[in-house]
């Protein structure tokens, strides 16, 4: 299937929807802490979505039976909420999306929950960092496989993370998931060119040792094959008219990390 290139009046559209998916981010960040368990995080997803007149675009996805992914520590992506209890020194992934009128946002967070490891909390930096490095990559006139050469020279100059290989980011628009799909790594170079009218999820997914992955018997869940701890960071954004890029999902439109990277970002939204 061909890449969908939106028009100005479609990203608009599509900043709407990333606006609640950001709303439901501060949400769970303001409330997440030990001795919670995970489905009242779904809860509060649910409740900013109601609010926004927005619906989820996580549930019922192939049948998965919640607003947001919750993964805990060893568990990577694509954790459902329920009874799990959240323990101080974990680290908390959570993913989540909204749909406005048609149009579908979707970004991730992990967060350290009380006093956290050090190295859990360098590994989070790295991944956030990766994604802000891959955003920037992912530039007017950029090839689309420069967003994984980025995210994972980056990561690889900080440590020795493994950057999961069998997900990654996507093309979004009128559905969650679209062409193009957006390795994490990989040579610069190749692939489409990137212009004016991309949108794309970019999501860094990384372990602090085995890059290996297993689906744990729920289908759902993706731990890691060695049991180490992993993290993952998304945010989906769009390569405006006048080729700058701008973050859908970001409150500031990722104003205060690209201009940190010398990335311009868009006003034509603001
Ligand atoms: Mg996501
Ligand atoms: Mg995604």
């Known amino acids: 299937m ?35 368990m995970t489905s009242a995080l779904d809860a509060v997803a649910e409740a900013v979505i109601k609010r926004n007149g927005a619906t989820s675009n996580f549930k019922g ?6 607003t947001i992914c919750v993964s805990v520590n060893d568990e990577i992506v694509h954790g459902i909420p329920g009874d799990r209890v959240i323990n101080d020194g974990d680290v908390v992934s959570v993913d989540c999306g909204a749909i406005i009128e048609g ?41 689309l ?31 969650m998931h679209q062409e193009p799909h957006v390795l994490n790594f990989g ?32 289908d759902w869940t993706v731990v890691s094959a060695d049991k180490s ?11 405006m008219p006048d080729g700058k890029p701008f973050v859908l999902t970001a409150f500031d439109g990722g104003k205060s990390e690209l201009t940190r990277l010398g990335i311009e970002v868009s006003d034509l939204l603001q």
């Open 229 to 239: 701890r992993g993290s993952h960071f998304e945010h989906t954004y769009a390569v």
């Open 61 to 66: 996805y192939h049948g998965f039976p919640a």
């Open 103 to 143: 149009w579908h946002g979707d970004a991730a967070f992990s967060v350290g929950i009380g006093t956290i490891d050090p190295e859990d909390q360098k590994m989070m930096d790295v991944c956030e960092e990766s994604m802000w490095r891959g955003i920037a990559a992912g530039k007017n006139g950029a090839k």
């Open 187 to 218: 040579k610069p170079g190749n692939g489409p060119v990137i212009i004016p009218g991309f949108v794309l999820a970019i999501e860094p997914m990384i372990t602090r040792g085995s890059a290996r992955t297993k689906v744990l018997a729920d």
């Open 145 to 175: 496989s420069d967003i994984g050469h980025a995210i994972e020279e980056y990561t690889k100059s900080q440590g020795n993370y493994g950057i999961l290989q069998e997900y990654g980011g996507h093309g979004i628009g009128t559905e």
């Open 2 to 36: 061909a890449i969908q290139i939106k028009t100005a009046e479609q990203i608009k559209t599509m900043r709407k929807a990333g606006l609640v998916v950001a709303e439901i981010h501060r949400a769970i960040r303001d409330v997440i802490k030990p001795g919670m």
